[in-house]
């Protein structure tokens, strides 16, 4: 009898690192169940027979269908997030970064989740003067309160690729890890890692709890892991 596919659910699959995990999902020779939760279509390119969009444009409504998930996927991942600008403000930026994510988190450990893989960032801490670094730092410390069996924290720094947003100091900082990057990565990897490796990196990290090659517990995932993982034991 041929073992169970892999069930997973993502959501933020639709941001610069989300719709990479969608795509090396949706590429994967072991053709995983995706549950892939957004608020709008999606790209063409990601259809899959084992591709179920869930959509809705009330975020608030997605824990439940996390709950609705039967049998529960054997892992969750979160590429969730916002800016302060396209949310409107930090408050409204906050219910989504830390409120949302932590909603669905609880709503997958509540339904019987296993793993849960999480994209935050590098450098962050909960004491930083800077409200986006304290809120991720706050939302690392609250997932692993909730004691999944496997919690992977996975932390870039920079995110190199093509925004849909504008976000001008980023794309200076880009240029110039391009330019370094064409004379060698070792000159950017320990600060600036390509949105596709950091997919790739969390899909595997997330696939090594499920199929019991990891240790329970938590397992943060820095850039130099990101770029072994998603790069040099990349097959």
């Not at 409204?92 to 999480?118: E, F, H, M, T, W």
């Not at 060698?184 to 696939?207: C, F, H, P, Y």
Request: net charge positive.
């Amino acid at each position: 009898m041929a073992e169970p596919s892999i069930s997973t659910a993502l959501v933020g699959c639709t941001g610069l690192v989300g719709s990479q995990i969608l795509s090396v999902l949706s590429t994967l020779p072991s053709q995983p169940t995706i549950h892939a939760i957004a608020r709008r279509t999606l790209p063409t390119a990601s259809l899959t027979p084992t591709l179920h969009p869930h959509i809705s444009a009330t975020p608030s409504d997605w824990p439940t269908t996390i709950s609705s998930l039967k049998p529960p996927p054997n892992v969750l991942l979160s590429a969730l997030g916002t800016t302060k600008a396209a949310a409107g403000s930090l408050a409204a930026q906050r219910a989504i970064d830390y409120d949302l994510n932590l909603s669905l988190a609880r709503a997958a450990k509540d339904s019987g989740v296993r793993v849960y893989v999480l994209i935050s960032s590098a450098g962050v801490s909960t004491t930083s003067p800077f409200p986006y670094s304290k809120m991720k730092a706050e939302l690392e410390e609250a997932v692993k309160a909730l004691e999944f069996p496997y919690t992977v924290i996975v932390k870039p720094g920079l995110l190199m690729g093509d925004r849909t947003e504008s976000r001008p100091a980023e794309a200076v900082l880009r240029g110039v890890a391009r330019g370094l990057g064409r004379v060698s990565t070792a000159l950017t990897d320990w600060w600036a890692q390509d949105a596709e490796v950091i997919g790739r990196a969390a899909v595997k990290a997330g696939l090594d709890c499920v199929e019991g090659r990891r240790e329970e517990g938590i397992w943060v995932v820095g850039q130099g892991d990101i770029v072994r993982l998603g790069r040099t034991e990349w097959k």
